[in-house]
């Protein structure tokens, strides 16, 4: 694990708390050395503040998804949606807004690392498979998405979301089976997490069509592309 974090109160007790878990913890407290570190050691999850000095977290999360692709939960005091949409768009695969319990912390930790399990059983086990619902087209073992002959690029939970739906045209899909069944949280034990999923979505339309995911009012999302 790497946990890139200024406040160095924060920091150690988000390394202790992950320490005690079994978790081996590098800690970095500011952009260049996140990034560098990320490079150096090649952690498994990488826990990041967005304010830091050198350069913010948003940055980070950039440079590093640029090299290769690593789950990411984001830290932020600010409850300001445009900031989270910015910070999924760049990679980041959950987001946590401070305060926060370390027990949350913990669970949203587990859920994206069971998650990288299970996506990559599911590109060994789905070799070869395509999905082609009207101009949508998912190449599920190279993880690649076009409409219309355009391509997307997806994070990595933005893939897993859209698969989830293809698999399941026009059902609906409640938020709560979403953050169970892709993100792989204990719903009952971290939040409801529904922003997370609305900030999901959101992105999905902007890189994807406006039309390609359904509202359901109380409910939750359905895709609505043609078969």
Same mark, same amino acid.
């Given at each position: ?55 913010? !977290? $948003?940055? =980070? ?7 290769? #692709?690593?789950?990411?939960?984001? +830290?932020? *005091? &600010? ?7 910015? !910070? $999924?768009? =760049? ?7 401070? #305060?926060?319990?370390?027990?949350? +912390?913990? *669970? &949203? ?119």
């Amino acid at each position: 694990m790497l946990v890139v974090e200024d406040d160095v109160t924060i920091a150690e007790s988000i390394a202790a708390r992950l320490r005690a878990e079994g978790f081996a913890v590098d800690l970095a407290h500011d952009g260049p050395s996140g990034v560098g570190t990320d490079a150096e050691r090649e952690p498994d999850l990488v826990v990041l503040d967005v304010m830091l000095p050198g350069f913010d !977290g $948003l940055e =980070v999360c950039r440079r590093i998804q640029a090299r290769r #692709p690593v789950p990411v939960l984001m +830290l932020t *005091a &600010r409850s300001d949606e445009t900031d989270m949409l910015i !910070g $999924l768009g =760049v990679g980041a695969d959950d987001y946590l807004t401070k #305060p926060f319990s370390m027990r949350v +912390l913990s *669970a &949203r930790v587990h859920a994206l690392l069971r998650r990288v399990e299970r996506s990559a059983r599911a590109d060994v086990s789905e070799a070869g498979t395509k999905i082609v619902l009207g101009d949508l087209e998912i190449d599920v073992e190279q993880r690649r998405v076009t409409r219309a002959g355009n391509p997307a690029q997806l994070t990595p939970i933005e893939f897993d979301l859209l698969v989830h739906f293809a698999k399941r045209p026009r059902a609906v899909q409640p938020r709560e089976r979403l953050l169970s069944e892709v993100w792989d949280w204990d719903v009952a034990g971290t939040g409801s997490g529904t922003r997370a999923v609305d900030s999901h979505i959101k992105a999905l339309r902007r890189k994807l069509g406006a039309d390609l995911i359904r509202t359901v009012h109380g409910v939750g999302y359905a895709l609505e592309v043609g078969s």
